[in-house]
């Protein structure tokens, strides 16, 4: 008999990003400020993560066989399924809403995507795409961008990374900040920080939505999972009408705070970023980076400590990056929103 030699695992579908600090961003928030990258993963976004894991478990578990992947998205998570996709040798077929733009549909087409646009929102383009096209497809692989817990453990790679890369700095970090949609980075996040055993304390988690897409806030406040009408924010990456029930109830955790920023300081987020880090990202990551700016970070991470003592706090960004940008779209709401 010869000698079994195992199939080749898939290529990786995400990379380890790199964890900076930032003295200038530092300097404004008054308190140690580091970057994780996240706008370098192959498909431009954190996103890469939880699809990625999500499609290379779904390889694996059907070695061999047919796959073409589907997945609904307001851009970014389709366009790391596409990416995974051509390292997969697999088709795809993306179905975005009417909000999403014609920069981000020709990404996806660049890649080889078959793209479709239904639906008003997400969950429109959603339902179009499980009821039309999945159910009748044998070969058919539903990717949701961001309820199931495959998508969750792979943006939880976040934090495992975060344990080791904190250390070479010396320190552990007090708080961590993300923007969230439908939760699936949120939920990654949470879910990787109970599992780092190597922290002595749990940093505190700032959840950023903008207003128009914040449904985190709205369940919070009403108590119980809330479905906006519609959405109006131009950060329609973040446009999920309904986060999902893992995403509420981390929201019931100590550890875990959230707020909500307008579409300009979003947009304001963007345009210090590139001014401090040289980084362009789409505004639902800018949502990310405005409490650094507008006094949000300290007054959820480090609300009653002194001047001396938030100097030595250690937060975290999580720079989502999204690919839903240009210098011409960011100075065209730079002008709409008169953001200098």
């Known amino acids: 008999m010869g000698s079994y030699v195992p199939e080749p695992e898939p290529r ?51 070695p061999g066989g047919e796959a073409h992947f589907y997945c609904s998205s307001g851009g970014n998570a389709g366009l790391a399924c596409a990416t995974a996709a051509i390292t997969l040798a697999k088709p795809c077929t993306i179905v975005v809403p009417m909000s999403t733009s014609e920069h981000m549909m020709a990404k996806l087409r660049l890649l080889g995507a078959e793209v479709k646009q239904v639906g008003a929102h997400w969950a429109e383009a959603d339902a179009h795409l499980r009821q039309n096209l999945v159910a009748h497809d044998p070969a058919g692989v539903y990717v949701p961008p961001f309820d199931h817990p495959h998508v969750w453990e792979g943006a939880s ?32 996040i949470m879910d990787g920080v109970d599992q ?11 959840a950023v939505e903008t207003v128009g897409a914040d449904s ?6 009403a108590g119980k999972l809330v479905t906006l009408p519609k959405i109006t924010s131009i950060a329609t990456s973040l446009g ?10 981390w ?6 705070n959230n707020t909500v920023v307008t579409d300009a300081e979003a947009v304001m987020g963007c345009v210090r970023l590139v001014d401090d880090a040289r980084i362009l990202v789409e505004v639902a990551c800018g949502a990310t980076i405005a409490p650094v700016y507008n006094g949000g ?8 400590l002194t001047d001396e003592e938030w100097s030595r706090k250690n937060v975290v960004l999580i720079v989502c990056g999204g690919s839903n940008i240009s210098f011409e779209i960011l100075k065209s709401y730079q002008e709409k929103y008169n953001v200098s």
């Open 297 to 304: 970070l300290r007054k959820w991470l480090g609300e009653g």
């Open 12 to 62: 990786k579908l995400w990379i380890e990003t790199p964890l900076i600090p930032s003295v200038t961003m530092s300097r404004a928030a008054g308190c140690n400020i580091y970057l994780k990258l996240e706008n370098l993963q192959p498909s431009g976004s954190f996103k890469s993560r939880g699809i990625g894991n999500m499609m290379l478990r779904a390889m694996l578990s059907n």
């Open 157 to 188: 790679s976040i934090v495992t990374e975060l344990v080791p890369q904190m250390e070479v700095f010396g320190v552990e970090p007090d708080g961590i900040v993300c923007n969230v949609g439908g939760g699936g980075l949120l939920n990654g």
């Open 240 to 249: 999920a009408p309904t986060v999902s029930r893992r995403t509420f109830e």
């Open 251 to 256: 929201s019931q955790e100590k550890h875990l």
């Open 196 to 206: 780092a055993k190597a922290w002595k304390t749990k940093p505190q988690v700032l």
């Open 216 to 221: 985190l806030d709205a369940s919070v406040k």
